[in-house]
C-alpha cells in the first residue's frame, strides 16, 4: 500500500471530531436533564457574532439568579441567522425557564432554545464518516 491512505485522515479527523462534538453536547445536554436546577431567567440582550462569510448569529443572553443567590447573565451557545427568530418568545424582555448546572452555572439550556438537533445531527453524521472511512481502510488492508 502506498502513500494514498494517509488521504483516509482526512475524512477520519473530520468524522471523529463531529462525533465528538456532537457526543459533547449529549452529554452535557443529559447531564443538566439530570443534576440541573430550573430558573425562572430573563432574556436581556442579543449577543451578535459574525463569521467569517458574513452570516450573522444572535444569540440571546439569559439572566437568572441561582439557588445561592449569585446572579447570572451568559449568552446561549446556539445563534440563529434571523433577528427575527429571536423576538417574541426569546425578545428582549422575555420570561424564559433555564436549566443549568448548580456548580457551574455557565453551562445552562433555555428551554425552547437550545435543543439537541445539531447535537443529535452532528453525532450521527460523525459516526457515519467515522465507520465509513474505518471500512474503506479495512477493506484496503486486507485487500493487498
Given at each position: 500500500m502506498e502513500r494514498e491512505w494517509l488521504f483516509s485522515l482526512i475524512p477520519l479527523t473530520i468524522g471523529v471530531l463531529f462525533l465528538s462534538f456532537g457526543v459533547y453536547g449529549l452529554r452535557l445536554a443529559s447531564?443538566?436533564?439530570?443534576?440541573?436546577?430550573t430558573a425562572e431567567g430573563r432574556i436581556v440582550r442579543h449577543d451578535v457574532?459574525?463569521?467569517?462569510?458574513?452570516?450573522t448569529f444572535y444569540h440571546p443572553v439569559a439572566a437568572w439568579t441561582t439557588q445561592d443567590g449569585r446572579e447570572c447573565a451568559y449568552a446561549s451557545r446556539f445563534g440563529?441567522?434571523?433577528h427575527g427568530s429571536v423576538r417574541g418568545a426569546f425578545g428582549v424582555?422575555?420570561?424564559?425557564?433555564?436549566q443549568y448546572?448548580?456548580?457551574?452555572?455557565?453551562?445552562?439550556?433555555i428551554q425552547g432554545w437550545d435543543v439537541t438537533t445539531f447535537d443529535r445531527l452532528a453525532t450521527v453524521l460523525g459516526s457515519?464518516?467515522?465507520?465509513?472511512?474505518l471500512v474503506v481502510l479495512?477493506?484496503?488492508l486486507l485487500t493487498l
Amino acid at each position: 500500500m502506498e502513500r494514498e491512505w494517509l488521504f483516509s485522515l482526512i475524512p477520519l479527523t473530520i468524522g471523529v471530531l463531529f462525533l465528538s462534538f456532537g457526543v459533547y453536547g449529549l452529554r452535557l445536554a443529559s447531564a443538566l436533564r439530570r443534576t440541573g436546577v430550573t430558573a425562572e431567567g430573563r432574556i436581556v440582550r442579543h449577543d451578535v457574532e459574525r463569521n467569517d462569510e458574513g452570516t450573522t448569529f444572535y444569540h440571546p443572553v439569559a439572566a437568572w439568579t441561582t439557588q445561592d443567590g449569585r446572579e447570572c447573565a451568559y449568552a446561549s451557545r446556539f445563534g440563529r441567522t434571523r433577528h427575527g427568530s429571536v423576538r417574541g418568545a426569546f425578545g428582549v424582555g422575555a420570561l424564559v425557564v433555564v436549566q443549568y448546572d448548580p456548580e457551574n452555572p455557565r453551562r445552562f439550556a433555555i428551554q425552547g432554545w437550545d435543543v439537541t438537533t445539531f447535537d443529535r445531527l452532528a453525532t450521527v453524521l460523525g459516526s457515519v464518516i467515522t465507520a465509513g472511512t474505518l471500512v474503506v481502510l479495512l477493506v484496503r488492508l486486507l485487500t493487498l
